[in-house]
């Protein structure tokens, strides 16, 4: 995922989001800090929900999330 990411949107991190063909937005269900923190590191440019975010558990409730990975896409 990380490396279709940056060939679709470059890997330039001053991007705008007006040169932007999608976006990911990381949302950690992470048991501890050092995981989210392990896991973080290996994301590269993608937005990310920090970690105990309270957007997290609504966001997980309105999917249905029972597992991970888990994709959702929206069409904006």
Known sequence: MKKFYEEINGVD????SDSLKFEIIYVSLDQSREQY????LE??????LP???PRIKPLKERHNVIGVPIITIYDC
């Open 13 to 16: 991190k001053n991007k705008t």
């Open 37 to 40: 923190d392990e896991h973080v």
């Open 43 to 48: 994301i590269g440019n993608w937005m990310i």
């Open 51 to 53: 970690y105990g975010d």
